[in-house]
């Protein structure tokens, strides 16, 4: 059965660093395609990064140059790096599976977790 | 970027009733158009992809349709584990899109 589990969130400040992780069972993280959403307080989906199988990677514009997604493949586990944080980033981030590079919508989701940046 | 617009914001329906969800792109997406079901505190379900393939385990109930710049989500007779926002994406472009969602409550 395929299940990914997010961790890493917590309180952070302005400024600062973190990194979240997804540790994936059932399938390999390295021979899939994956990706982070997040959800604001009160606000809607809205994507974040994706990584191909073959290490390509893609980030949505809020986040570009301040996020860096990346995988452990022995770990079987997606991370995102999340620095310069801002008070906007609160969230919960979501892992997800997606099927296939050039079909990027999200097949199996994590429970989540949340990151709240604030000082 | 694709800007995808969900209407309407809030649909007040009775359980048995029918529900009829939009999504328009603003341009066309094919059939790159996935639909989400969101509740809170759970994490989003993958509903429909393709505009209209139904995910694994979703109910009949449920369908998808359209292609190009208008899509809907129906969902021909509400049960009470139905009530929830939903949400429609495109994966035509990048950056990837979703749209601000319709929230579907019990009148």
């Known amino acids: 059965e395929v299940q990914v589990a997010e961790s890493g969130g917590g309180l952070f400040q302005p400024g600062g660093s973190l990194r979240v992780s997804c540790a994936a069972s059932g399938f390999t993280v390295s021979s899939n395609c994956m990706g982070w959403v997040r959800q604001a307080p009160g606000k809607g989906l809205e994507w974040v990064s994706v990584?191909?199988?073959?290490?390509?990677?893609y980030y949505g514009n809020s986040v570009k140059g301040r996020f860096t997604i990346s995988r452990d493949n022995f770990k079987n586990t997606l991370y995102l790096q999340m620095n310069s944080l801002r008070v906007d980033d609160t969230a919960m981030y979501y892992c997800?599976?997606?099927?296939?590079?050039?079909?990027?919508?999200?097949?199996?989701w994590g429970p989540g977790t949340l990151v709240t940046v604030s000082s | 970027e694709i800007v995808m617009t969900q209407s309407p914001a809030t649909l007040s329906l009775s359980p048995g009733e029918r529900a009829t969800l939009s999504c328009r792109a603003s341009q066309s997406v094919s059939n790159s158009l996935a639909w989400y079901q969101k509740k809170p505190g759970q994490a989003p379900r993958l509903l429909f992809y393709g505009a209209s393939v139904r995910a694994t385990g979703i109910p009949v109930r449920f369908s998808g349709s359209g292609s190009g710049t208008d899509f809907t989500l129906t969902i021909s007779t509400l049960q009470s584990e139905d009530f929830a926002v939903y949400y429609c994406q495109q994966y035509k472009e990048w950056p990837l899109t979703f749209g601000r969602g319709t929230k579907v409550e019990i009148k």
């Open positions: 990584i191909y199988d073959n290490g390509q990677t």
């Open positions: 997800a599976t997606i099927p296939l590079a050039g079909t990027e919508y999200f097949q199996h």
